[in-house]
């Protein structure tokens, strides 16, 4: 089946302990982005890649890190997790970014920082 | 970046049809207009998109207004598992990197 998997699903974890959440699409996808929801703020873009070894910034980055070193995976760092990166994530991908695709997403990743 | 306006919330009863509307009275001639939705607790899903002409999928239609300031993405028989909040995202060439989502409509439906 045709899909994004995020791990974990749920994660409480302490102010500043290194976390990773792993994205991994089986489409051979180029493009993939990471987002994420908060009540009132709606989904807002975190990071996204173009293709293997080619990443970008998007509207909210402060506070993460990504890599793209194969085509299938694009992990989301938290070197240092403070509380206001609660929140829910999603990961995407596409066939390519061209405005005629469209998007799958993962099934989310709910993060809770103490 | 061209703009959207949708209705906070719409209800429907099960099996009838249901018209979601869109608003993109700024739109170029490059958008796309896309929609996505989501259902409780999971991520958004792609639903159909499209330029100028009307669309067909499996999931629903996209009808768009011939000065394409507004679309309609309509349900044909709705079901329970239809209520989800639905999004209409307009995406080119320029902005194509992300989507960029609004604050939705969400729609129930009723027994």
């Known amino acids: 089946e045709a899909q994004v998997t995020q791990n974990p699903r749920y994660l409480i974890t302490v102010t500043g302990k290194k976390l990773t959440v792993t994205c991994s699409q089986n489409?051979?996808?180029?493009?993939m982005s990471w987002y994420r929801q908060d009540p009132g703020l709606g989904l807002r873009q975190i990071y996204y890649?173009?293709?293997?070894?080619?990443?970008d910034k998007g509207d909210v980055p402060e506070g993460y890190k990504v890599s793209r070193k194969e085509k299938r995976n694009f992990p989301l760092i938290l070197e240092s997790p403070s509380p206001n990166q609660t929140s829910l994530y999603f990961c995407?991908?596409?066939?390519?970014?061209?405005?005629?695709?469209?998007?799958?997403f993962g099934s989310g990743t709910r993060l809770t920082v103490v | 970046d061209a703009k959207t306006t949708q209705p906070n919330s719409m209800e429907s009863n099960e099996e009838e049809p249901v018209h979601l509307p869109c608003n993109h009275s700024?739109?170029?001639?490059?958008?796309?207009i896309h929609w996505y939705r989501q259902l409780p607790s999971q991520g958004p899903e792609y639903v159909i998109h499209?330029?100028?002409s009307n669309v067909n999928n499996r999931m629903a239609s996209l009808a768009i207004a011939e000065d394409r300031k507004s679309s309609t993405l309509i349900l044909h028989r709705a079901t329970l598992r239809d209520a989800a909040v639905y999004y209409c995202?307009?995406?080119?060439?320029?902005?194509?990197?992300?989507?960029?989502f609004g604050t939705g409509t969400r729609l129930q439906v009723t027994l």
């Open positions: 890649s173009m293709n293997v070894e080619v990443t």
């Open positions: 700024t739109i170029s001639g490059t958008d796309y």
């Open positions: 995407a991908s596409s066939l390519t970014n061209r405005p005629n695709y469209g998007y799958t």
């Open positions: 499209g330029l100028t």
């Open positions: 489409m051979n996808h180029e493009y």
């Open positions: 995202i307009l995406k080119n060439t320029g902005t194509a990197s992300k989507l960029t």
